[in-house]
């Protein structure tokens, strides 16, 4: 008996103990890195959470009716996206500061996205430049666009984008007020001194931003960034760019039909990882009536919640094009820098493979809502798939 006990404290003091096998290790490894006041910038939400935690809980909401015999054992998971050919419908979505989760921001994150062989998209406010992003990636890589109050500006900054190789830009449109997220109130979040935004160097607009920040975060993001944006934004930055614009922050069936009538080439569904609206609908709930509206006639991106590969699945029967993940990456490079984020992506990417085995998918489109029940005990809360 003492034996038995013996090995089994053995056993968990061991290297099994401390595998990274799933997302939620790495998060744990990532906080347990990562000073607390960055931790809870990239974990935490607005008011009490309750989007970031129902993101995740909806997957949990819709279960899985398998096939069977269909010799699904090596599906193929390869799609294409934009006109690109990615290795997995998962690509990476805009996140700010990764110099926050490891030194070698944005790029170690580029080059776990050209290992996996998908998308990145940078953000405005990156710690790394575009041009070094870029550079790390034979993948694309999109550019999220936050619209500056000065235009002239602004489409300098789409330029940069342009010159480094950005193959869309992505425009955030939830934030017409910045969420009230608590965690970062009680920290007084601010960037370590001495931290630049490289996205934000821009030649001759220094008088704009010259690597140093002498107010506070918050203050010199609603001095410089436009908040009240209207869809008359979106026909202006089509209009400066050749680029394809991606509309990201919709879960408004109404808003998505608005996207494609403004030109966009693609809608993303988000809430803003819960940074934003309290108690928003999950994006993965205004996903079907969103696909209702807009049927095929751009592709649409799910974002927000994908923590395992059954997510990606469930996204894909309910017609999203593509899942884009932000927070797990970010626990990839706290955790081990770009072979952190690598596996993080792996390992979604494997599950995904190994749900469409065990769902009878050879391929994508085999992958359809036939699949799906919603849990009939919520389902007077849902929309209909
Ligand atoms: C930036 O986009 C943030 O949500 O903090």
Known sequence: ??????KRQSASNSSAAT??????????KARSKMLPAAYDYFAGGALDERTIANNQAAFGDIHLVPRVLRGASTPKISTRLAGHSLAAPIIISPTAFHG???PDGEVATATAANALGTIMTVSTTASSAIADVTSATSYPVWFQLYMLKDRAITRDLVREAEVA??????????????GRRERDMRNEFALPKGAVIKSLLLKGREDFYDGTMNVPLSQFISERFKFDLTWEDVVWLRGVTKLPVFVKG?????????????GAAGVIISNHGGRQLDTCIPTLFALPSIVQAIGDRVPIVLDGGIRRGVDVLKAIALGATAVAVGRPVIWGIAAD????????????????????SLCGCNSITEITSDLLRWNTTKRVLLPRA
């Open 1 to 6: 008996m003492e034996r038995i006990e013996e």
């Open 19 to 28: 595998m990274m096998i799933n997302i939620a290790d790495y998060e744990a």
């Open 100 to 102: 926050l989760a490891h």
């Open 165 to 178: 190789g950005c193959k869309a830009i992505v425009l955030t449109v939830d934030v017409p007020a910045w």
């Open 250 to 262: 919709v879960v408004h069936p109404l808003d998505a039909v608005e996207a494609v009538k403004s």
């Open 337 to 356: 820098g770009a072979r952190g984020a690598t596996r993080v992506l792996e390992i979604i990417r494997d599950e995904f493979r190994n749900a469409m």
